[in-house]
């Protein structure tokens, strides 16, 4: 078996722009009135990102295979860790949902994503095709972990996995109307999720609907977000011009907000451009999709495209207003360790099913 | 599976995007790029009132009062900053240096005022006012202030800014300039006190001048929260303890209510508030910010000893008549087990009121150290006591096993020894001790500590507590020994006799590196105990210099009919 052209050298190319854009936004955002603020931060992703592409290539050395086996441990380390979080984090102040290890902090909630695509690789990749084992089973796995993961409460993370399992199960073998009647199922269910909302995501939902509610908390976020974008016109304010993120009406820019960076100093043009970037790694990464022929692999390497497809589509949507906030890092470009090394171990992970397609 | 339909939905996807970027940018880009120029929107922050903290007799022990502070906006004072701070400084008889570094720290937008004057009086404001007019703005802030700072330091905790710790509390809604509890009450019941942050949007021109108010968010008050605390005890309570190093816990014996609990030496949590020069707290090698009855653990010496003794008792080792020989000491493989005196024949009545140490030395050699270990725990001495302040620290009881696991080194009989009477590894909190002697004073309960009463006017008493199941007739027995302490002769508290409050109680010394320290720990009336009391002095030399604290303490609340 051999694919026609190897995606990986264009994955790489790709990847390492995106490094270099999410330096230059990083970079940029820390500016307030001229003044290079946080300079730990920028200094602190630089090192993440070497971290992050050192696991790359390991992991592109491991056998996908083992993931198959992995699954169920590592379902259950991370269904512990997330307990740990929850009761640990109710000590102290009930505000946390990170851990510490050393240097630097990880969110268990990262190390969900993964867990959820391995075992939804293993099961959707049954031969055996019964409603209850396929569909009913891990659903009822993931839902665990949307819930404990919604206690904490991320509501991002959750939609997140939520939609994994859906994506998932439509581009699968099984049968797509199982996913019908589980939809069907959650509409009527889903009431009762508004229950479980804490109190100022249930505000951020209504501010999507109309900004101007809560004018000074989240409203405020959509409105100056839109500005940023808006304002950055076809060809952008330039390099370090954007006033919106200079002048600090934008919180939390160097992270889930970062996307509001590059559109006001880059304009349209730059943004259609980076979404170029990023259509042309999901291509890269779907195009063999029908050539491998092991369905566990199928399935993970359809994961992993579907992992990134999701972080941007939601992260630019709330950035534009079309979405509600959830609070979700851009894939490759928001600051943070966490995100960045879950993507970068799943591009290991598909580099390695590549290899053992040759 | 065709690898079309999953490209198609990825470009979907991206079109979508793709397309209100076209809509944002390119359509209304002239749209948003105009409001970004005219972008002077600003939020005047409005701080809410936090909720104030009372004692039991609703006396006001924290709450917050109106102070002034002197703003600027840095973008209306760009070009002259520095000079018009010269200038302030030089009117206000500010230090300037200060200013600047207020103005550093508060510095968020250039459109929000920052404060750099804190807590100036009325007078100087209208002053200052009147001399730079429009350049400066007068910011009416609520400040958290504290009646009687020393007395309750380490009960309320204080306040601080959420900044710095902003990134981890932003999920729960705190908003940076928030005010959020930190050590106390302050911290532990932060979601009762935290009012609602609130703030005026307002539109202003390139001068700095205000043209149009876009919304508003009132801010809400924060619960007012009553403690089971009475401030004049607690008064009491530190003024006796003085300069010493140590604590005073009195408590409800049946209900775990906390009357009283001061630990020594203390600070001024309003110079945390006030940004004042706080290192002389931090420095201090008595570590005045440490909370010595919950936070720190100590061995317990003697106090430990009606524990064994209702042990042997439970485990039917001995009777209330069985006798051991006490010549002031036991031999051990060539190392000498001191009494502190020479008792001859004792039960364990008399073990108790004299506090015998060869008396507990047999009882350990009986019971084995595995078998104390178990009741020292099934008192609560290695479990947190659930009290609602934040960094309880719990005790330690250590096992044989632990022993070589940790240390790598075999149990000996000496530990056997060391532990029969408190001394050795192991360890409690003042807390822990008191609640474990309460036990023989309210029929065999454990029970949870709290300071809580109400919120507002709800009651919001938390009780709890756990029955341990041990016959009342060996709870009697222990308690009858206690009493002896007082009452019989030779009884090691007998100073606390002529308090006439029918006081029940154990003494101890625990020796430890330096000087020794002292507890004194016990309950009245005997006969239908109502409270219980614990005192104890780091380092203080004996039990009996907390005897005697404890004898000022009381004598104190007699006098002034506090009991």
Redesign the interface.
Known sequence: MKLKLTPVKTIIICVIFLNILSLMSLYSSLH??GEFKEQAIFHKQIIWIVISWACLIIFSFISYRFYFDLSFILYGLNLVLLIFVIVFGKRI??????LDIGFFSFQPSELSKIAVIFILARFFSHPEKSFLRVVLFPFALVMINVFLIFK???LGTASILLFLFFMLGF???VRKRYFIFLLIGGFLFSPLAGKFL???QRKRLTVFLNP?V????AG?TII?S?????????FGKGFLSG??NQ???LPERHTDFIFTVI?EEW??AG??FL?SI??LL??KI?????KIRDPFA?ILS?GI?SFF?LH??IN??MT?G?LPIV?LPLIFLSYGGSHLLISFILLGIFFNICRSHK | MDKNIVSRVYLGGLLILALSLFYYQALKGEHYLRRAKNNYVRVVPLRSIRGSIFDRNSRVLAYDKAVFNIAVIPHQIEKKKNSLLKELAKFSDYDVNLIHRNYNKGLNNIFSPVDVILDINKSMVLKLKERFKDDILINPQAQRHYSYPYEFAHLLGYVKEAAPFYESLKKYGYRPLERVGFLGIEQYHDAYLKGEDGGDLIEVNAAGRTVGFLGVRKPKRGKDVYLTIDCRIQKIAHQILGEKKGVIILMDSKSGEIFSLVSSPSFDPNFFIKGRNVQRFLDNKNYPLFNRAIQATYPLGSTFKPIIGVAALEEGKITPSTKFNCIGGINIADTEFSCWSVHGEENLHQGLAHSCNVYFYNLGIILGAETMAKWAKKFGLDSLRGIDLPYEKKGFVPTPQWKTDALGKHWFLGDTLNLSIGQGFIEASPLEVLLGINVFANGGYLVRPYLLWKVDNADSRLRAKTYLGISQGNLNIIKQGLIGAIEADGGTAQLLKKLNLNIAGKTGTAQTKGESHGWFVGFFPHQEPKYAICVFLEHGGSSYEALGVTYLFLKRLKEENLL
């Not at chain 1, 102040?93 to 990170?98: C, F, L, V, Y």
């Open positions: 307030q009135a102040m009930g505000a946390q949902r990170w904490q409460p991320d581009f699968s073998k804490k109190s100022y101007n809560d004018p000074l908390g405020y100056q839109k500005i940023a974008i808006g304002s950055g016109k076809i006033t919106q002048f600090n009406f559109a304009g349209l943004c259609l979404l990023y259509y999901l291509r779907s195009q063999g999709l029908s199928q359809l495209s497809f941007i589509f630019i949507g534009l079309i609070g």
